[in-house]
């Protein structure tokens, strides 16, 4: 039980570090600056294992209690 909740604890913290990749292209874009498109090409994936991650980690704190 114990490797599962560092797993999606990992993958939270992959997911927000994606998500705030994907805010800053956003806003740099928006400026007009031109920035790398990794994140805007892989938003969807970058979603799934946030969501993953976080509800992961909510039933693994749910089970424990």
């Given at each position: 039980m114990h490797f599962l909740k560092l797993f999606f604890n990992a993958l939270v913290v992959i997911g927000l570090i994606l998500l705030v990749g994907r805010l800053v292209t956003f806003a740099l874009r928006f400026t007009g600056i031109e920035f790398t498109?990794?994140?805007?090409?892989?938003s969807?994936?970058?979603l799934g294992i946030?969501?993953?991650g976080a509800l992961g980690s909510w039933f693994i704190d749910k089970r424990q209690k």
């Open positions: 498109t990794f994140f805007v090409d892989y969807v994936p970058s946030l969501l993953v």
